[in-house]
């Protein structure tokens, strides 16, 4: 009897075990047909060309702004500055075209660049041969500072197993003092930070003779404007090229203005 009574109590346990199976299993199917009669949700940069296409062009900015901010990547900031300029926005497309170059430096960019600040009767994008080769050597210079530390590595090789080879030939100490020459050069006078860059003024902004809001006013610079860099940073204020002349403007009123670094001591000099 005792037999009896316990295989019916197992029996009513596997019974509620079973139904409580069978409605979490049928719970997990409902949800799974439900995401599959779902629309999958659009990648940001798909969302972003939907809208273009449909010339919500603030909408589509703010996407590629959010997308621009995790990856930047030359196709994102072209969208951008495209999305930016129908708005209407030039100085923000300035912007974004500055940096889509800087990842990949193209003349169609520039060309772009110069165009765009001509309409808007924005100054300091006048770009030659000169200028398109010195970005690219900005651009690959660690590329090309690695590759010639390779070489060097790779001929003092050579010259050891040589010399071991012939104890008598004659040492290769005008090669070598030729290569050490050009890196000592490649390091210290053709850095990147030493080859001049550029800045894009963000918003109205006076342009001061000194570091300091007691210098002289000189001009009020546009948003857009673009001035070529003539030092370090000190405080606030960041040296620009203007008219021939060295002048100084608030670095929060430059686009990427704080990642230029402030001077040190040393740094610090008068033209």
Same mark, same amino acid.
Request: hydrophobic share 45%; no cysteine.
């Given at each position: ?6 295989? *019916? ?80 926005? *030039? ?23 110069? *165009? ?36 060097? #590595? ?30 000592? #050069? ?14 894009? #003024? ?10 300091? @809001? ?20 000190? &405080? ?8 021939? #002349? ?16 402030? @001077?040190? &001591? ?6």
């Amino acid at each position: 009897m005792h037999l009896a009574a316990n295989d *019916a109590t197992r029996m009513r346990k596997n019974v509620r075990f079973g139904v409580l199976a069978g409605a979490v299993a049928l719970m997990l199917n409902s949800e799974a047909v439900v995401a599959q009669t779902q629309p999958p949700a659009k990648r940001p940069l798909a969302m972003a060309d939907s809208l273009l296409t449909q010339a919500e062009y603030a909408a589509a900015a703010t996407v590629l702004d959010s997308v621009a901010a995790r990856r930047p990547t030359p196709a994102v900031l072209l969208r951008l500055a495209f999305a930016r300029e129908q708005e209407g926005r *030039a100085p923000d497309a300035l912007w974004a075209l500055r940096r889509a170059y800087e990842l990949r430096p193209d003349r169609a960019v520039l060309r772009k660049m110069d *165009a765009l600040a001509s309409a808007h009767h924005l100054g300091g994008y006048e770009y030659g041969d000169r200028y398109f080769f010195l970005t690219v050597f900005r651009r690959y210079y660690q590329s090309l500072l690695e590759a010639a530390l390779f070489a060097g #590595v790779l001929g003092a090789t050579l010259l050891l197993l040589r010399r071991r080879r012939y104890p008598t030939a004659r040492p290769w100490a005008g090669a070598l003092l030729a290569y050490v020459g050009l890196t000592a #050069v490649g390091l210290n006078v053709l850095r990147p930070e030493r080859l001049g860059r550029e800045v894009i #003024v963000r918003q109205p902004t006076p342009l001061m003779s000194g570091p300091t @809001a007691g210098g002289r006013w000189l001009a009020t610079l546009p948003a857009g404007q673009q001035l070529p860099v003539a030092g370090t940073r000190q &405080d606030i204020w960041l040296p620009v090229r203007w008219q021939g #002349v060295r002048a100084w403007v608030r670095a929060g009123a430059l686009y990427g203005g704080a990642a230029y670094r402030v @001077a040190s &001591d040393e740094d610090v000099s008068d033209d």
